[in-house]
């Protein structure tokens, strides 16, 4: 079946960088692209960015241009997302999930946990 | 920037009460609009795509409608099992892909 599984959950400290990742499977990888989306503790889904598996071609929200990249390793059907500059309010959960165009989203993966505490 | 408005942003409904949600973006965006729900400590759940499409194993009590600017997400008779968060997600349909997520709404029990 199809499946995302990301990595553990971590614990930074201000101005440190995070790089979480996301490994597919049941599926073509190359076909569709990965959207990350986090969740602040009791707030809603904030979308940061989207990369094709295929060209690698990118697109990132705004708030996070500068801060965030997102790269795949097709070799072993993985996708990363790296935040660099940490705060606090960057503290999170955060979700990848399979994205083609055109198609129908998901699944996610089961999120992982990104504590920033000095 | 396409913005996405949900309202209300807290509900309270009993069981079997018909239930609507609705979110506004902020210029037209065709049909290109998803349904999700959430529960606590879990992903969101993809109940609708396309504006109206329901996504396979969804019970059919659960609805959507609109297009252009204005949407709708009915549930028809409040179950147990639907106390949860509503979103609402514009995309596009071509690369590179971008999305925005409605504030959310909580449906409660009354």
């Known amino acids: 079946q199809v499946q995302l599984v990301q990595s553990g959950a971590e614990v930074k400290k201000p101005g440190a960088s995070v790089k979480v990742s996301c490994k597919a499977s049941?599926?073509?990888?190359?076909?569709?692209?990965i959207s990350w989306v986090r969740q602040a503790p009791g707030q809603g889904l904030e979308w940061m960015g989207w990369?094709?598996?295929?060209?690698?071609?990118?697109n990132y929200a705004q708030k996070l241009q500068g801060r965030v990249t997102m790269t795949t390793d097709t070799s072993t059907s993985t996708a990363y997302m790296e935040l660099r500059s940490l705060r606090s309010d960057d503290t999170a959960v955060y979700y990848c999930v399979r994205a083609g165009v055109g198609v129908k989203y998901g699944p996610w993966g089961q999120g992982t946990l990104v504590t920033v505490s000095s | 920037d396409i913005q996405m408005t949900q309202s209300p942003s807290t509900l309270s409904a009993s069981v079997g009460d018909r239930v609507t949600i609705t979110c506004r973006a902020s210029?037209?965006?065709?049909?290109?609009l998803a349904w999700y729900q959430q529960k606590p400590g879990k992903a969101p759940k993809l109940l609708i795509y396309?504006?109206?499409s329901l996504e396979s194993g969804v019970p059919s009590r659960f609805s959507g409608s609109g297009s252009g600017t204005e949407f709708t997400l009915t549930i028809s008779s409040l179950q147990p099992d639907d106390f949860a968060t509503y979103y609402c997600q514009q995309y596009n349909s071509y690369s590179p892909l971008t999305w925005t997520f409605g504030q959310g709404t909580k449906v409660e029990i009354k």
């Open positions: 396309k504006a109206s």
């Open positions: 049941g599926y073509t990888f190359t076909s569709y692209g």
């Open positions: 990369i094709s598996a295929y060209n690698g071609n990118t």
């Open positions: 210029q037209s965006i065709s049909s290109w």
